[in-house]
């Protein structure tokens, strides 16, 4: 079984300082994780991606997302939040069983909004 | 733009009736995946088409079904329809397990 638990539902942070996202997962197998915005009224963009390569990985528009398998999380940061940013973020799991069957589990989203 | 695109953008509908939703994967991606999002129950895989086979199944309802053409482009077949299933429907492809791109997005409404 595999799940995925985004710690906040919502964030608000100042236009210019860091953003922190928390993501946890648990999954039976060797898991890839994504993280993926979605802008108002907008299909889900791919920001970064971790399989099994770096830890730290790093993504579109200055994100970056590490991969702690002790914590079972992943992460997102931004140093510098822009206005730009303020979306819904998803951080979603998948995993591939020893029979081959793909399996994707989203996050129930985390809204992220900007003060300017 | 994602290079996968589907139509219509919005429809809108009584209870009780069908509809189909259509997607075009991106040039070269076989495998199209279908989601629904609501306010109630997030983000839903429903199913995955690779190569114009069923490869895996989510939550999807039995009134709800898919299938992928020889062209690669995909339907979702909603029948029976309730007020519940008014969502935003997402189809997205890749290549083989690659990373999803996902289309605008369908929304519809069931009145």
């Given at each position: 079984a595999?799940?995925?638990?985004?710690?906040?539902?919502?964030?608000?942070?100042?236009?210019?300082?860091p953003v922190l996202l928390r993501?946890?997962?648990?999954?039976?197998?060797?898991?890839?994780?994504?993280?993926?915005v979605q802008h108002p009224n907008k299909g889900l963009q791919l920001l970064l991606k971790?399989?099994?390569?770096?830890?730290?990985?790093?993504?579109?528009?200055?994100?970056?997302?590490?991969?702690?398998?002790?914590e079972t999380s992943f992460h997102l940061t931004k140093p510098?939040?822009?206005?730009?940013?303020?979306?819904?973020?998803?951080?979603?799991?998948?995993?591939?069983?020893?029979?081959?069957?793909?399996?994707?589990?989203?996050?129930?989203?985390t809204r992220l909004t900007i003060i300017p | 733009d994602s290079?996968?695109?589907?139509?219509?953008?919005?429809?809108?509908?009584a209870t009780g009736q069908r509809v189909t939703l259509r997607c075009s994967p991106r040039s070269g991606d076989l495998s199209v995946y279908w989601y629904q999002q609501s306010l109630d129950q997030g983000l839903q895989f429903l199913i995955q088409y690779y190569n114009g086979?069923?490869?895996?199944?989510?939550?999807?309802?039995?009134?709800?079904s898919a299938q992928q053409f020889p062209d690669?482009?995909?339907?979702?077949?909603?029948?029976?329809?309730?007020?519940?299933?008014?969502?935003?429907?997402?189809?997205?492809?890749?290549?083989?397990?690659g990373e999803q791109f996902f289309g605008p997005g369908t929304r519809l409404t069931v009145l």
């Open positions: 595999q799940s995925v638990t985004q710690l906040d539902s919502h964030v608000s942070v100042s236009e210019g300082t993501c946890n997962y648990s999954s039976s197998y060797s898991p890839s994780l994504f993280w993926y971790y399989t099994s390569a770096a830890t730290l990985v790093k993504g579109i528009n200055g994100f970056e997302a590490e991969f702690k398998k002790s510098s939040a822009h206005m730009s940013d303020a979306a819904e973020y998803f951080c979603v799991v998948r995993a591939i069983s020893n029979f081959g069957n793909e399996k994707l589990t989203f996050g129930t989203g | 290079g996968v695109t589907q139509t219509p953008k919005h429809l809108i509908t086979e069923e490869r895996a199944k989510g939550n999807i309802l039995e009134r709800f690669l482009h995909s339907e979702l077949n909603l029948s029976s329809l309730e007020l519940g299933d008014s969502a935003l429907y997402f189809c997205a492809s890749s290549v083989a397990r």
